[in-house]
């Protein structure tokens, strides 16, 4: 959401506007009656052949992944916490941590001693990580909506996310993955991982009830809700 006077009066004199979930939409809902909700969609993001080659490395491995930027609000002390938590009982799984930002060194301090923990640094090819990928988490302290969950439901993974901001909106528990209570600390988790790599049935539940939600997240249905929008306006008397 775009912040300032400015971006406030063009809200206000706008014809239409969109939020990105109920959260986005319910604050601009004060500026502007006409308040509809799109979702985003996935990106079709590109993948690279020399990168899935490098992480092949990974292949005999359960796979946690978290995308994002590495900034506080990312909550990525979470994931290194819950990696700790399942380190020894766990040794299959393994957590690869994509991005960079201007915590990254005190991050990787934290890590230290974890067999269990890989940060790959920034990359552009989302897709290529998302191919190995088994589960995504999304421990946010807050998202507008956490567009990387629907880059994951692309390629049919499930996510354990934070109950936070526009994730609930998107994460159907039981089918597309699990929410957690940020202040229950990630034994919560850990609880919902072990269930999930224990019971490959479950497992597999989950990936079958990506599969079965994610049309609703494909640029088609996007454009298509946009365009209603339009036809809308054009129409208007």
Request: hydrophobic share 35%; no cysteine.
């Amino acid at each position: 959401m775009l912040k300032g006077k400015l971006s406030e009066s063009t809200y206000r004199k706008a014809d239409y506007v969109v939020g990105i979930s109920k959260k986005v939409a319910s604050n601009l809902s004060g500026l502007n009656s006409n308040v509809s909700i799109i979702y985003d969609s996935y990106s079709n993001l590109p993948s690279n052949k020399d990168e899935e080659v490098t992480l092949q490395a990974y292949s005999n491995k359960f796979v946690v992944t978290q995308i994002g930027s590495l900034i506080d609000i990312k909550n990525v002390p979470y994931t290194i916490e819950l990696a700790r938590l399942v380190e020894r009982q766990y040794p299959d799984i393994h957590f690869l941590i994509v991005g960079e930002g201007k915590l990254e060194e005190e991050l990787k301090s934290q890590a230290q001693g974890l067999s269990n923990v890989t940060f790959l640094g920034f990359t552009p090819y989302i897709s290529s990580v998302l191919s190995i990928t088994n589960l995504l988490i999304m421990p946010s302290k807050n998202e507008g909506l956490g567009s990387s969950i629907l880059e994951a439901y692309q390629h049919n993974v499930p996510v354990i996310g934070s109950n936070v901001g526009g994730i609930p909106e998107i994460v159907e528990v039981g089918q597309s993955g699990y929410l957690v209570d940020l202040d229950n600390g990630p034994e919560e988790a850990v609880a919902h991982l072990e269930h999930i790599v224990r019971d490959k049935s479950s497992y597999a539940t989950l990936r079958e009830g990506v599969k079965a939600i994610k049309r609703k997240y494909s640029p088609e249905t996007m454009v298509q809700s946009y365009q209603s929008i339009y036809n809308q306006l054009v129409t208007k008397p």
